[in-house]
């Protein structure tokens, strides 16, 4: 059964159920597995490629010992299997030309890739937290730049036994991120706007965790902290998924041959979503590049180029706010597996990085990530050029976290001159990010005076093929429910006041 281990060495060793219950490691730390089960290409090539569910439980199954192939089944019906996707193949491949796809993850309720883990992971909670029964409510603390937090809502509203709190950064989302948040109902749910951005939401959750003093107090009122974030294994390892999802699809298209090696393009922030793919390729999917994408805020891309990861640097709010982050929290767990495990390195550079802001990686770390991965950012007029130029070439929509992705894999190929069939994570709906890329496409007069929802009519009207998607439909009538602003200092006041 696979153990989970901490990247700081300060915790003893605890099942899938434990890690995923606790989300963090309690003083500080990820939860990681020990040991990265394996697939060879003869399992490979016998994945289901037609059916997200079976293909889902043959690879989360091995990470996940102490469920029951039923538990785990149950799990990924109630996920994947009812009408929360509008899609029947849950993440759809779009073909362009040239051998490059956008794996369509943002058929969910809430329109971001962030379905495909939150929609599972509330079922693994549950199931987690019975396998050991500490009778608690849970109260799961969210920090978020957007997308997680809605994403977070959706799965965990009305679910017995949990709370779910959410932070996110005040006018430092879109507005339709915001009302998605602000609207949700249920009668287990706390939403606040934080004044500061999504660093100081992240920090001030991270710290409440690392509190001890604070979790003795809280299990004294019946109550015990996790994460949704994904910080939490139970929110990564849904993402491993669809990677060899993407592959079988392109294997049963017969765009790729058995063990052909494919590309993966990732507009990265929390450095979650890739993380998960070079799991999957430690499991043995073929891969020959992870290509990390990041916006202006470019601390993962000097970070590759240089070995040195410094966020003493100026904030910048772009038009892909999910990605409007400095310190990338999962970038610990694959440090962690480049040093093969050397917990006291972990320790260092992470105190280093809480210390001074900055750190340092050697020679031999360097390369080592090289081989897998490679980096590049695009700054806003870029990202309005990739949007504009993906529209006029082949009438798709990007949304502008997408059109990260899809700037810096053009870059990468022209300069490589890697023709490797590639895979872009289409990460978010157009239409969640209508505003900028209507602006992108028409420019900005066309936006003047209007608001979000007239923006996003417009965009349907150009999206054409591309229905409006229905968790945005019907998003301006729905009463604002959660009104909350505080000071990012007030963050656990707030939270203690809720639970008062
Ligand atoms: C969260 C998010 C990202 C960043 O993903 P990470 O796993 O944090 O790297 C990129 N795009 C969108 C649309 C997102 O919601």
Redesign the pocket.
């Known amino acids: 059964m696979t153990a989970y281990i901490s990247t700081r060495n300060n915790y003893p060793a605890v099942s899938a159920a434990a890690a995923i219950k606790t989300g963090m490691v309690p003083l500080g730390g990820l939860f990681v597995p020990e040991k990265i089960p394996r697939l060879d290409s003869e399992q490979i090539f016998a994945l289901p490629g037609h059916d997200y569910i079976p293909l889902a439980q043959q690879i989360i199954a091995p990470f996940l010992g102490d469920f029951t192939a039923d538990e785990l089944g149950s799990s990924l019906a109630e996920a994947y299997g009812g009408n929360s996707f509008s899609h029947p193949l849950i993440a759809p491949l779009h073909s362009i030309d040239g051998g490059l796809y956008f794996l369509e993850l943002w058929h969910g309720p809430t329109a971001?890739?962030?379905d495909l883990a939150l929609q599972l992971m509330p079922h693994l909670l549950v199931r987690s937290a019975a396998k050991m029964s500490t009778g608690k409510e849970i109260i799961i603390l969210v920090a978020t730049?957007?997308?997680?937090g809605k994403a977070a809502l959706e799965g965990f509203k009305n679910v017995p036994g949990v709370r779910i709190v959410v932070f996110y950064p005040y006018r430092g989302v879109s507005r339709v991120q915001e009302l998605q948040m602000t609207t949700t109902d249920g009668d287990n749910t706390y939403v606040a706007a934080v004044r500061g951005n999504f660093d100081d939401c992240q920090n001030a959750v991270k710290e409440i965790f690392a509190d001890q003093g604070f979790g003795r107090a809280l299990a004294g009122d019946g109550f015990e902290l996790s994460s949704a974030n994904?910080i939490n294994w139970g929110r990564l390892v849904p993402q491993i998924v669809y990677y060899f999802w993407a592959y079988v699809s392109l294997l049963h298209k017969k765009a790729i041959m058995p063990g052909e090696k494919i590309n993966f393009v990732?507009?990265?922030?929390?450095?979650?979503?890739?993380l998960a793919g070079w799991y999957a390729g430690k499991m043995g999917l073929p891969i020959r590049k992870l290509i990390c994408a990041s916006n202006k805020n470019k601390v993962l891309t000097d970070f590759f180029q240089t070995g040195i990861y410094n966020r003493n640097r100026e904030f910048w709010q772009t038009q892909?706010p999910?990605?409007d982050?400095l310190i990338?929290s999962?970038l610990e767990r694959f440090l962690f597996e480049m040093t093969g495990h050397d917990a006291a390195k972990i320790v260092d550079w992470m105190g280093d990085l809480q210390a001074k802001g900055l750190f340092q990686v050697g020679q031999t770390i360097r390369e080592l990530m090289e081989e897998t991965i490679t980096s590049g950012f695009a700054d806003e007029e870029e990202t309005r050029g990739a949007i504009r130029e993906m529209f006029g070439s082949h009438r798709y929509l990007l949304?502008t976290?997408t059109a990260v992705g899809y700037k810096v894999y053009q870059d990468y190929r022209r300069k490589s001159g890697d023709e490797t069939v590639t895979v872009i994570n289409a990460?978010?709906s157009p239409y969640?990010f209508a505003g900028s890329v209507l602006g992108a496409i028409c420019g900005r007069e066309q936006l003047q005076g209007k608001d979000e929802f007239a923006v996003l009519h417009e965009l349907e009207k150009l999206g054409g093929a591309m229905p409006l998607h229905p968790g945005l439909k019907g998003l301006q009538q729905k009463p604002v429910r959660h009104q909350a602003v505080c000071d990012k200092t007030a963050i656990r006041r707030q939270l203690m006041q809720w639970l008062a």
Do not use: L, R, Y
């Open positions: 971001a890739f962030k730049s957007g997308d997680t994904s990732v507009p990265t922030g929390n450095f979650g979503n890739i892909s999910s990605m982050i990338s999962n949304d976290h990460t978010a969640k």
